[in-house]
T-cell receptor
Framework: DAKTTQPTSMDCAEGRAANLPCNHS???????VYWYRQIHSQGPQYIIH???NNETNEMASLIITEDRKSSTLILPHATLRDTAVYYC?????????????FGAGTILRVKS | NAGVTQTPKFQVLKTGQSMTLQCAQD?????MYWYRQDPGMGLRLIYY???????DKGEVPNGYNVSRLNKREFSLRLESAAPSQTSVYFC?????????FGQGTRLTVV
């Protein structure tokens, strides 16, 4: 699976958009970009994933650059409850038998 | 619909004791995983199971054994617990799209 690079931590004001970057310059053609988050002491929670097109769901938007070497997770109106560690993972579609390995992630602190 | 259920939630062991962490999912998922998370650190994959009857090592398998008892259950065993195994243990299962995690087992080895 391709390696990812994320900033160690970021701050965001409550109500503003939180933009979390992820670099994955060695991504392969069959690898997807997945985002998870982990709120303090809970199990990680799936947020969104994409291959090459931008994606949006009720939680967030995912913007993938045209060359697919980087992506940005956008939380459009961050709240205090969005304070968490955010993990960017690049891997083949989560099918049968594939490992799921987490990196260090980005600590997002949403401040009032 | 319970999702992924882990038992126990908390456990204190003495060095050298053995125990089994239980994990069950009711979502009919093929793949299941065990992770550990040390304080202030990220998740590290211990073992995973692609399907009933198969298991594979992850990043940190030493000191652990696993059993995929059936499609629902995936257990993690510590044969001789060591203080270095003090951690929070998470179990997960996945569809083809996303993984679902249990709430964790907090294990302390003294």
């Amino acid at each position: 699976d391709a390696k990812t690079t994320q900033p160690t931590s970021m701050d965001c004001a409550e109500g503003r958009a939180a933009n979390l970057p992820c670099n994955h310059s060695t991504i392969s053609g069959n690898e997807y970009v997945y985002w998870y988050r982990q709120i303090h002491s809970q199990g990680p929670q799936y947020i969104i994933h994409g291959l090459k097109n931008n994606e949006t769901n009720e939680m967030a938007s995912l913007i993938i650059t045209e060359d697919r070497k980087s992506s940005t997770l956008i939380l459009p109106h961050a709240t205090l409850r969005d304070t968490a560690v955010y993990y960017c993972i690049v891997r083949p579609r989560m099918e049968y038998g594939n490992k799921l390995v987490f990196g260090a992630g980005t600590i997002l602190r949403v401040k009032s | 619909n319970a999702g992924v259920t882990q038992t126990p939630k908390f456990q204190v062991l003495k060095t050298g004791q053995s125990m089994t962490l239980q994990c069950a999912q009711d979502m009919n998922h093929n793949s299941m995983y065990w992770y550990r998370q040390d304080p202030g650190m990220g998740l590290r994959l211990i073992y995973y199971s692609a399907s009933e009857g198969t298991t594979d090592k992850g990043e940190v398998p030493n000191g652990y054994n696993v059993s995929r008892l059936n499609k629902r259950e995936f257990s993690l065993r510590l044969e001789s617990a060591a203080p270095s195994q003090t951690s929070v243990y998470f179990c997960a299962s996945n569809t083809g799209t996303e993984a679902f995690f249990g709430q964790g087992t907090r294990l302390t080895v003294v």
